[in-house]
């Protein structure tokens, strides 16, 4: 008997086909779109080289279309973008330290800011950028241009866009007009607030200087919420650096994904001798864990990550009895305990090198770090000083700025909330000891992390 196939029987099948198949494709979509929204990183190295402009166009929906987020890289309408919010796969290393990506260019470059603040310094008498210290300090002008000095491979970097219009409303902010005069420069007002402000990926929490004034000739910048203020005092307060570079968007990609665990990598060595190194990595020596902060042509400037302890607690000690002038020669002075009782706790003395410690001091009403370094000694241990990298990153530490020869009992201390105050030379304080390595000295192993130091040798 021949069978007769009901035709209710393949409309239901036709029915489950069909609904499967939008299920599979409606659930794609929405698992798509909603990891956009979310930003959701995917932890897929790069497969291939690539250039990071167009690695980062990966993380855009496959058909590219303007899209509203809260999270994520986000399309603008002139075809560039940026990163908003709580963003977790725009971290890329480059110099010994980690940037952030904030946004593209419309020449297809790359704009990062350091994740952390780099150090303390007052703005500058004049609020116009080209005038600061910062100005100074962060780009390729003179021997006191110590940041830049601590970049690798800067034939990377191009001209770096700010904007110039006065900010009259912060829930207004313009930025029509714009130029490209500097590489470092600081961050502007409008690509924080486009960040999520408080609540985006730049707020570490700390405090930091913005490039923008309002009308009244105030200067902007970040305090340790992630909210916003304006100071006419620019050139007194020690807020953080935090410097903003724009690198060739055509630049390569071998490795990474975007996290802080595995940041896009960018920095290559020719060999692994401490003098050749990144300014910001880590290393091991005699059983504690240092930060590289500066070089000489010979040299590496180190910093301790901690304290100077005795049975695993922080000693305090104060600076002098009678001056605020540092001294390894004077034993009322910390730089004779340092330089002869710590010393000689130190392991391996034959990498340790004498390298210059500046001694000069701030003036009356006159906090240009440059004065700083007109007077210097070479001894073998230092504290941190103004123009140090990393200079708050703990704090109840004695460092070695001086305020002028009229006021000789007062000195410079990091306090409990890691911003510089003065305090009298008497009063106690932790330790954080600075000490030069011998740069031909080589790193045998490690990662330069600070979970993973160079383990150093000969």
């Known amino acids: 008997m021949r069978r007769v196939i009901r035709k209710d029987k393949i409309f239901i099948a036709i029915s489950i086909v069909s609904l499967a198949s939008l299920f599979i494709i409606y659930g794609y979509r929405f698992i798509h779109y909603y990891r956009l929204e979310a930003n959701i990183v995917d932890d897929t190295e790069i497969s291939e080289p690539i250039s990071i402009y167009n690695h980062l166009l990966t993380y855009l929906p496959e058909d590219d279309i303007l899209i509203q987020k809260e999270n994520g890289l986000i399309k603008n309408e002139d075809n560039t973008y940026y ?26 470059n790359i704009v990062l800011i350091s994740e952390e603040i780099q150090t303390l310094m007052p703005y500058g008498e004049d609020i116009e950028y080209q005038n600061s210290y910062l100005y100074n300090y962060l780009n390729n002008i003179d021997e006191y241009s110590l940041f830049y000095k601590t970049l690798n491979n800067t034939d990377i970097l191009v001209n770096t866009q700010y904007c110039e219009d006065t900010v009259t409303s912060t829930e207004n902010v313009t930025c029509e007009a714009t130029k490209s005069d500097y590489q470092i420069t600081l961050l502007n007002l409008k690509d924080y607030l486009n960040s999520g402000a408080n609540e985006g990926f730049l707020n570490n929490n700390t405090y930091f200087w913005l490039m923008d004034f309002n009308q009244n000739n105030e200067l902007y910048y970040v305090f340790d919420k992630g909210g916003i203020n304006t100071t006419s005092e620019y050139n007194k307060h020690h807020y953080g650096i935090r410097p903003v570079i724009t690198i060739k968007g055509d630049l390569i990609l071998n490795s ?107 003036e009356t009403d006159e906090y240009d770090y440059r004065l700083v370094y007109k007077d210097s000694i070479d001894t073998y241990v230092g504290l941190p000083q103004v123009g140090d990298l990393y200079l708050n990153t703990y704090s109840d530490v004695l460092t070695m700025l001086a305020i002028t020869d009229h006021m000789d009992n007062i000195l410079y201390t990091i306090n409990s909330e890691y911003n510089l105050y003065t305090s009298k030379i008497d009063q106690k304080s932790k330790l954080r000891p600075v000490i030069y390595l011998d740069g031909s000295l080589i790193a045998l192993s490690g990662e330069g992390t600070i979970d993973s130091p160079y383990i150093i040798g000969r």
């Open 256 to 362: 990474g994904d975007g996290t802080i665990q595995k940041p896009y990598y960018i920095d290559e060595y020719d060999d692994y001798k401490l003098i050749n190194v990144g300014v910001g990595e880590y290393l091991e020596y005699s059983g504690r864990t240092w930060r590289i902060i500066s070089k000489t042509a010979s040299s590496v400037k180190v910093a301790l990550e901690g304290n100077i302890l005795e049975e695993e607690k922080a000693i305090e000690k104060i600076f002098s009895t009678k001056n605020n002038t540092y001294n390894p020669t004077k034993n009322y002075n910390i730089g004779y305990f340092l330089n002869n009782d710590y010393y000689e706790t130190l392991e391996n003395k034959e990498y340790l090198v004498k390298g210059p410690f500046y001694t000069g001091k701030y």
């Open 83 to 108: 990163f908003k919010g709580q963003v977790e796969n725009n971290f890329v290393y480059y110099s010994g330290r980690l940037w952030r990506i904030i946004k593209t260019t419309k020449d297809k």
